[in-house]
C-alpha cells in the first residue's frame, strides 16, 4: 500500500522569506501523480500544485514550486516570498497513474505559521 | 461556476445514531468522492461514486455506506456512530473517476458524544 510521510508537523517562516515542506511516499508504482493541498482555516483543500512521476522537470506555479526526487521518493515544497495569506495546513497526497478510481493517500500535514 | 458544496455544515449526533451527509459536485462534475479527516490528520479516502455505483473503497467498515443520484450529488450515511466518528467530513468531485485535480468542499463537522 501508498504511504505519504510528512515529518514537519509545524514549520514558520517570515514574510518575504523561503520555506521549504518535506514529503516522502513509499510506492511500487513507476507512474503516479503527487499534489501539494493548501487547507486554510476555513477547512476547504485547495490544489496547490501538482506533478506528473513521468515528468522529470519539477512543477512550478507561481511562487510555488517543487522539488521532486523520483529515486528517493522525496517530494518537496518550495514557497518563495512567503505572504500572510499562505498560513494553513499544507497536505502532501499521493495517487496512482493507473486504475479507474482517482483515489487521493494524503500526508499528515504540515502546519505553515506566517510571522510579520 | 457553482463549487462543490456539503450539508450541513456543523452537525452533532450520539453514538448509535444514524447520520446522512450531503453533497453537490462542482458544475460539470459527474464523480464525487468522500473522505474523514480526524483532528489532526490528513484525510482518508472513504469510497468514490461514478454512474451511481460505488466505484472504490477505502478501509472503512461497512457502517459507512453511500448513494449517487442521477444529478451526480452525494449521500455518505454512517449507522451505529461511534465516538471514533467524529471528524471533518469531505467530499471531493472530478469530471471522471479517473481525473484530477479532485475540487473540495468546506466539509461537514461531524461531533459525536
Known amino acids: 500500500a501508498q504511504t505519504v510521510t510528512q515529518s514537519q508537523p509545524e514549520m514558520s517562516v517570515q514574510e518575504a522569506e523561503t520555506v521549504t515542506l518535506s514529503c516522502t511516499y513509499d510506492t511500487s508504482e513507476s507512474d503516479y501523480y503527487l499534489f501539494w493541498y493548501k487547507q486554510p482555516p476555513s477547512r476547504q483543500m485547495i490544489l496547490v500544485i501538482r506533478q506528473e512521476a513521468y515528468k522529470q522537470q519539477n512543477a512550478t506555479e507561481n511562487r510555488f514550486s517543487v522539488n521532486f526526487q523520483k529515486a528517493a521518493k522525496s517530494f518537496s515544497l518550495k514557497i518563495s516570498d512567503s505572504q500572510l495569506g499562505d498560513a494553513a495546513m499544507y497536505f502532501c497526497a499521493y495517487r496512482a497513474y493507473t486504475g479507474t478510481a482517482s483515489k487521493l493517500t494524503f500526508g499528515t500535514g504540515t502546519r505553515l505559521q506566517v510571522t510579520l | 461556476d457553482a463549487g462543490v458544496t456539503q450539508s450541513p455544515t456543523h452537525l452533532i449526533k450520539t453514538r448509535g445514531q444514524q447520520v446522512t451527509l450531503r453533497c453537490s459536485p462542482k458544475?460539470?462534475?459527474?464523480?464525487v468522492s468522500w473522505y474523514q479527516q480526524a483532528l489532526g490528520q490528513g484525510p482518508q479516502f472513504i469510497f468514490q461514486?461514478?454512474?451511481?455505483?460505488?466505484?472504490q473503497r477505502g478501509n472503512f467498515p461497512d457502517r459507512f455506506s453511500g448513494h449517487q443520484f442521477p444529478n451526480y450529488s452525494s449521500e455518505l450515511n454512517v449507522n451505529a456512530l461511534l465516538l471514533g466518528d467524529s471528524a471533518l467530513y469531505l467530499c471531493?468531485?472530478?469530471?471522471?473517476?479517473?481525473?484530477?485535480?479532485?475540487?473540495f468542499g468546506d466539509g461537514t463537522r461531524l461531533s459525536i458524544l
Open positions: 461514486y461514478y454512474e451511481e455505483e460505488e466505484r
Open positions: 458544475s460539470g462534475h459527474d464523480t
Open positions: 471531493a468531485s472530478s469530471l471522471g473517476p479517473s481525473n484530477q485535480p479532485q475540487h
